[in-house]
């Protein structure tokens, strides 16, 4: 069965290091998502992205956050600068389109720890 | 205000007890989707429901159960028999769509699930 996947699933970094988290959506959907949760709080949304560019961002993605599609598989997240408050549980989600009825599937997420 | 409650922060029981999960939404949508997630300790997210809003049937899945009730903006879930595999953190979670139509999901705040043997 087709699955999202994610890369590292693990990642240690610095404060004010750039950070690249790698999400490989399931090969024929169309939309993608990235989630963040925060140990022990609630997954929040972040960013939907469809046809190379964001269709809509949470007031958490900031200046410091971006992300693409540079290729035919991968979509990615990029935080700029880290922060602290910038370590997390990030989970990347794909669907086929962005309808309502349409289930996003979660990849096994990635652990950010910024230092 | 919340879109999605769960009231529940914890919740504890003994093996082989039932429990239920609570979690009410909001929306003034009049189609949306309810899911139901596990997150093991391990953190990944595990789907085990979704739920349309125009089908209120309950549904019912070897041990997990889920009651949809409209009237309340309700949609609970049921585990009979608990097994000490079914700790883990349970999230509820709404999707609707946006002021631009866009798909948007809004999960719960989530109940941590302990089952003691």
């Known amino acids: 069965e087709p699955e999202v996947t994610q890369t590292p699933s693990h990642q240690v970094t610095q404060m004010g290091q750039e950070v690249i988290l790698r999400c490989v959506p399931i090969?024929?959907?169309?939309?993608f998502y990235w989630y963040r949760q925060i140990l022990g709080q609630k997954v929040e949304f972040l960013v939907s992205f469809y046809n190379n560019e964001i269709s809509e961002k949470s007031e958490i993605f900031d200046d410091q956050f971006s992300v693409e599609r540079p290729d035919g598989s991968n979509f990615t997240l990029k935080i700029r600068s880290t922060k602290l408050e910038d370590s997390a549980m990030y989970f990347c989600?794909?669907?086929?389109?962005?309808?309502?009825?349409?289930?996003?599937?979660f990849g096994p997420g990635t652990r950010l720890t910024v230092l | 205000a919340q879109k999605v409650t769960q009231a529940q922060t914890e919740i504890s029981v003994v093996e082989k007890e039932d429990v239920t999960l609570d979690c009410v939404y909001e929306t003034r949508d009049t189609t949306y989707y309810l899911f139901w997630y596990k997150q093991p300790p391990s953190g990944e997210l595990v789907f085990l429901i979704r739920r349309n809003s125009f089908d209120e049937q309950n549904e019912i899945s070897g041990r997990y159960s889920w009651n949809f009730q409209k009237s309340t903006s309700s949609f609970n879930f049921t585990i009979t028999a608990s097994q000490v595999v079914d700790s883990a953190v349970y999230f509820c979670?709404?999707?609707?769509?946006?002021?631009?139509?866009?798909?948007?999901?809004?999960f719960g705040t989530g109940t941590k699930l302990q089952v003691i043997p």
């Open positions: 979670a709404l999707s609707e769509a946006d002021s631009g139509g866009y798909q948007k999901v809004t």
């Open positions: 090969s024929n959907h169309l939309y």
């Open positions: 989600a794909s669907s086929p389109r962005d309808r309502v009825d349409d289930e996003q599937f």
